[in-house]
């Protein structure tokens, strides 16, 4: 199987590729079976056609025998690489893993050429606890204020790279310098978006919605004022499919639990990282229902959980998480929930409270104090996920 490393840009599939060349040495792999390609750096660059690339993979392997580990970065560049990979892989002695623009590795052409051939690898940016575990790798100072450190990860972002950086203007500048390099390179450079006017009003609309549901009715409305002119739904939910294969937003199905059937219409989308959010509005304010609700939303996904909206009746739960071993578990996820206010408390329970089976429930919230009812584990967001614990 052709490994194929997908994530937004500089999320670090590079980073990982050099990860795993580091641990095949460490087994005791020799060097000598080993090929790294990096497409858009030298020497490399002029490296154009299939032809090209297979002279450079078989000069590298000459004389090699056993598995040979073969590397390319930004396999894009190549026109029909995809033959000449097919080809090593029939030879049946070769191990490939490949990265590349989410534009195309993710328009379908990959999948028609490659059917059944490879198995996409999904990477994201990081998430609080990793981005925890990396400020502590490279020696920076953690707050002892868990919930600070969490504003901090909020306002910076989780692209790697940015953690070299000191202060947060520093931060900002580079995590926008990336933002605006997905948008040009993959965005604009996109043959299946022909309307680019249209799908930047809608790719902004759902943005600033994240974490909300989403009635593409409403979104054709609003493009239709904005732009005066008539438009598709269709052409709609082409363009969001466009901005899922990019992996700038991710989309949350919503699931009735009474009739256990999943509910067309309505969904949420959250986003690969919050940078998306703060670096495209001039507002300052933090939308913290949306963006605790998009926090934990990536960290049950890079615990493997798939993850549904959940529908009880009248009432709404934010997460139904179902485990790799098929265990199901419930999320409700609120900034605070301890307050003057006894109808805050209600509010965030009965939605819990309404499910009527045994598999665990979960209250997560920034309250530095922690309720007990009816058997709902009520945790602080930031230590729960900062702990690494399972739902």
């Keep these: 199987m052709i490994k194929v490393f997908t994530g937004v840009r500089r999320c670090g599939k590079s980073s990982l590729l050099l990860l795993i060349e580091e641990e095949l040495r460490k087994i005791g792999v020799e060097s000598c079976n080993i090929l790294s390609i990096n497409l858009d750096r030298r020497p490399y660059t002029a ?29 894009q560049n190549v026109q029909d690489f995809e033959i000449s990979l097919n080809a090593y892989r029939e030879d049946g002695d070769y191990s490939i893993f490949i990265t590349g623009s989410n534009s195309y590795l993710l328009s379908g052409e990959l999948v028609t050429k490659l059917t059944g051939r490879y198995l996409e690898v999904k990477m994201s940016t990081l998430t609080f606890d990793e981005y925890l575990g990396m400020k502590s790798f490279l020696g920076k ?27 947060l203007s520093e931060k900002r500048f580079y995590v ?8 040009e390179k993959d965005v604009k450079g996109n043959r299946k978006i ?15 919605n994240f974490g909300c ?41 919503r699931f009735d639990l ?4 999943s509910l067309k219409g309505g969904e949420k989308y959250y986003l690969s990282d919050l940078s998306f959010y703060f670096l495209r509005n001039t507002d300052n304010r933090i939308p913290y229902g949306p963006v605790l ?40 996820v609120a900034m605070y929930m301890l307050t003057d206010d ?22 997560l919230t920034l309250d530095s104090l922690i309720q007990k009812r009816n058997g709902i584990i009520h945790a602080n967001l930031a230590e729960f996920i900062r702990d690494r614990k399972l739902f």
């Excluded at 009715?217 to 294969?245: A, C, S, W």
């Excluded at 009474?258 to 059937?261: G, I, P, R």
């Excluded at 409270?353 to 209250?363: R, S, T």
């Design 47 to 75: 490296i154009r056609t299939s032809d090209a690339l297979e002279r450079i993979i078989d000069e590298g392997f000459q004389g090699v025998e056993g598995v040979k580990y073969l590397f390319i970065d930004e396999v």
């Design 141 to 167: 100072e953690i707050n002892s204020n868990i919930t600070e450190e969490l504003r901090s990860y909020i306002l910076e972002g989780g692209f790697p790279y940015a953690l070299n950086y000191e202060g």
């Design 176 to 183: 926008q310098s990336v933002v605006e390099e997905i948008f």
């Design 194 to 208: 022909r309307k680019k006017q249209l799908f930047n009003l809608m790719m902004q609309f759902i943005i600033n």
């Design 213 to 253: 549901t989403i009635s593409i009715d409403n979104v054709v409305k609003h493009l239709k004022e904005v732009l005066h002119e008539n438009v598709r739904k269709e052409t709609i939910y082409g363009y969001i499919e466009q901005l899922e294969n990019l992996r700038i937003i991710s989309k949350c199905n």
């Design 258 to 261: 009474k009739s256990k059937k």
């Design 293 to 332: 609700e998009n926090i934990v939303y990536q960290y049950a996904r890079s615990l493997g959980y798939e993850i549904s909206v959940g529908k009880v009746g009248k009432f709404e739960v934010d997460f139904i998480l179902r485990s790799p071993s098929l265990e199901y578990s419930y999320v409700q």
């Design 342 to 363: 006894p109808s805050t408390e209600e509010r965030e329970y009965r939605s819990l409270e309404a499910i009527k089976d045994n598999y665990p429930k979960y209250l």
